[in-house]
């Protein structure tokens, strides 16, 4: 939170896959480049990809481009944050922009009733239904990749971001449908 707090308002990207999923060593090396491309500023919840045990130590050295984590902490435009993130105050903070997701249904409440728009790439059950629901119908999501096997390149990443976080018309509706879903969950949630 000290680090959210010196960067500017909506200015980062919060990338976390929930507690049950993680990507694989190609896609989590594919991640990393497009993040530091992107130029953005970001927070990543990061796991050991699939095949190792989820609670085990990361080994940036060998699942992250090589020197990734020293520039961006140098730079101080990326955190890394192993294993577990306080999601709901990270999503609240004025900082947050946009939350690449697994679009799970608790993170995807989450998000929305802060009004973040959400970059989607759904793992396993509900999760692609989610999507659906949030790109096609609530206009608050893009879709980035499907499932823990896709095939996955830092370019497509770098241009899904600069699509939601930059100024551009579809970053723009995306935030305003977001913060319209906003109002309707806080007038859902009042006792009346």
């Known amino acids: 939170l ?10 980062v990207l919060y990338v976390s896959f929930g507690s049950m999923n993680t990507i694989s060593a190609s896609q ?9 491309a992107s130029g953005k500023n970001f927070i990543w919840v990061v796991r050991p990809p699939i095949g ?13 481009p090589e020197g990734f984590e020293e520039r961006i902490k140098g730079s101080k435009r990326g955190l890394l944050v192993h294993n577990w ?3 709901l105050d990270i999503l609240s903070h004025k900082s947050v922009s946009t939350f690449l997701s697994h679009c799970g249904w608790n993170s995807v409440l989450e998000s929305l009733s802060h009004g973040v728009p959400i970059i989607g790439w759904p793992m396993a ?20 990749a499907r499932g823990k096997s896709c095939e996955i390149r830092h370019e497509y990443i770098v241009e899904k971001i ?15 449908r977001a913060c319209e879903v906003m109002e309707i969950i806080k007038n859902a949630k009042k006792d009346e």
């Open 2 to 11: 000290e680090w959210l707090n010196t960067k500017p308002f909506n200015s």
């Open 28 to 36: 989590m090396m594919e991640l990393a480049m497009g993040l530091e």
């Open 52 to 64: 190792f045990d989820l609670n085990s130590e990361f080994k940036s050295n060998e699942w992250l």
């Open 85 to 87: 993130a306080p999601q």
């Open 125 to 144: 059950a509900e999760q692609f239904f989610n999507v659906k629901l949030l790109e096609e119908e609530l206009g608050v999501c893009v879709e980035l």
């Open 162 to 176: 600069e699509l939601v976080m930059n100024e551009t018309k579809k970053g723009n509706e995306m935030r305003s």
